[in-house]
C-alpha cells in the first residue's frame, strides 16, 4: 500500500514541475507580413509633326520627303515619363551621307522649349518629368538656303542634290529622387561612371507603374494582452507607408511595443523570407531602441532568422523602435520592379533571458517538460530507495 503511495506521489511531482515551468517560460508570438518594391525609370520617345496646329505622328511616308533649299519641316521629338519622376536629357546627331561644304547643323534645328539648357553635348531638362507627363525637345528643321543647285559640263552636279540625312535624337533619364542636379555645371548630373550610370531600361513592357501617394504612415503597434496571454498588432502590414525604393532610398519607419500584462515582458523579433530575391542582399536594415542599435546589416541575414531582443517592458510600458532601409545608390537595373516579402515575426517572455526558438503558434517550449521529468524521475529513485531501505 505504501509503494503505491509513492508512485502517486512521484506523479504529482511531474505535474508540479511542468506546470512551474509553463509559467516560468510563457511566450506569445505574433507576425505581419512586409512587402518591399523597388521601382523603375522608364520613358518612351516619339516623332510628331504640327498639322493644322495640332501634333500628329510623323510616318515612315514624312521620312521620305524631298526637301529644297530654305524649307521649314515640322518635326516635335516628345519625351514621355512611364514611370518614376525624373530628369531627362537628349543628345541630337546628324547625320549625311555624303560630305559636304554646309551640312545640316544644330543651328537647323529651332523650336526649343525653355525648360531646355544646352550643356557639353546634351540639352538638359531643367524640371522634373513627372510620371505621365511629357516634354516636347524641339519642333523644327530648317534646310539651309545655301544649299544652291551646282552645274558643270554634265549638267546639275551632285552636291546637295540627292543626298540623305538622318537626325538621331537619344535620351537618357535619371531618377528625380536622391538626385540635385546643377545645372551651372557643365555636368549638371555629375560624373557619368561616378555619379551615376546611364543603363537600358530592362523592364519596357509588361508591367503597370501606379503612382504612389505619399501618407503619414499609419500608427504601428505590438501590444502584449495580459488578460489574454496574447500579441496583438495594430496593421497588417508596417512597411505600408514606404513608397517603392530607388537607388540611394533610405526610408525610415517607427513602431511601439506595449506592455499591457500585470508581469515584466522582454520582447523579442525575427524575420522569415518568404520571397528570395537578390534585392533583400542589398537592402539594408538598420534597428534602434533610444540610442541602443539593436541590428545593423543586410535584411535576409542570417542572424535575423532567429530571435533577436527587442526591450524589457514593466507593467504598463513602452518603447518605441526605429527601423531604417537603406538602399545603395550604386543599385542598377537589374534589381527594378523586384517585389519581395519579408514576415515580421515577434514574441515575448514573461521573464527577461535569452530568447528559445519557438515555432510559429508554439506556446510551451520543450525544455521545461525535459527538465519536469528529469526531476520526476529523480523522485521515483529516491522514493524507491526509501522504500528498500525499510525492508532492511
Known amino acids: 500500500m505504501k509503494h503505491k503511495k509513492l508512485w502517486i506521489a512521484a506523479g504529482i511531482a511531474v505535474l508540479a514541475l511542468a506546470g512551474t515551468g509553463i509559467w516560468a517560460l510563457a511566450a506569445a508570438e505574433t507576425s505581419v507580413t512586409n512587402t518591399l518594391s523597388t521601382s523603375v525609370v522608364d520613358i518612351g520617345l516619339e516623332n510628331y509633326k504640327s498639322v493644322d496646329g495640332k501634333e500628329v505622328p510623323f510616318t515612315e511616308e514624312d521620312k521620305k520627303v524631298m526637301v529644297m533649299p530654305g524649307m521649314r519641316i515640322s518635326q516635335i521629338p516628345r519625351l514621355t515619363n512611364k514611370a518614376e519622376d525624373c530628369y531627362v536629357r537628349a543628345g541630337i546627331s546628324i547625320d549625311g551621307k555624303k560630305e559636304v561644304e554646309r551640312p545640316l547643323s544644330l543651328e537647323d534645328i529651332s523650336g526649343f522649349e525653355e525648360t531646355w539648357v544646352k550643356k557639353g553635348e546634351y540639352y538638359y531638362h531643367k524640371d522634373i518629368l513627372k510620371t505621365g507627363e511629357s516634354a516636347r525637345l524641339f519642333d523644327t528643321v530648317t534646310i539651309p538656303s545655301e544649299w544652291e543647285t551646282r552645274y558643270d559640263e554634265d549638267g546639275v552636279k551632285d552636291h546637295y542634290t540627292l543626298n540623305d ?80 525604393l530607388l537607388p540611394g532610398d533610405k526610408q525610415k519607419g517607427v513602431f511601439t511595443m506595449k506592455n499591457d500584462g500585470e508581469r515584466k515582458q522582454t520582447f523579442y523579433f525575427r524575420t522569415e523570407i518568404l520571397e528570395e530575391q ?46 531604417t532601409l537603406t538602399v545603395p545608390k550604386e543599385l542598377d537595373n537589374r534589381y527594378t520592379l523586384n517585389n519581395c516579402k519579408v514576415r515580421w515575426l515577434f514574441k515575448t517572455e514573461e521573464e527577461p533571458g535569452k530568447a528559445l526558438p519557438v515555432k510559429t503558434g508554439d506556446i510551451l517550449p520543450a525544455v521545461p517538460w525535459a527538465a519536469a521529468f528529469a526531476g520526476a524521475s529523480l523522485i521515483v529513485v529516491l522514493c524507491r530507495k526509501k522504500k528498500r531501505g525499510k525492508k532492511c
Open 165 to 244: 540625312w538622318e537626325i538621331t535624337v537619344r535620351v537618357d533619364a535619371i531618377q528625380a529622387g536622391n538626385l540635385t542636379p546643377d545645372f551651372n555645371s557643365d555636368s549638371p548630373w555629375g560624373i557619368e561612371g561616378k555619379d551615376y550610370a546611364i543603363q537600358k531600361c530592362i523592364q519596357e513592357e509588361g508591367y503597370e507603374f501606379n503612382i504612389y501617394q505619399k501618407e503619414e504612415p499609419p500608427e504601428f503597434t505590438v501590444v502584449y494582452e495580459g488578460e489574454s496571454g496574447k500579441l496583438i498588432t495594430s496593421q497588417e502590414d508596417f512597411f505600408a507607408g514606404i513608397p517603392r
Open 278 to 323: 537578390d534585392i533583400l542582399e542589398q537592402i539594408l536594415l538598420s534597428i534602434q531602441t533610444g540610442e541602443k542599435t539593436i541590428y545593423e546589416g543586410p535584411l535576409n541575414a542570417r542572424v535575423l532568422q532567429g530571435y533577436v531582443s527587442l526591450c524589457s517592458l514593466e507593467k504598463g510600458k513602452e518603447q518605441e523602435v526605429h527601423f
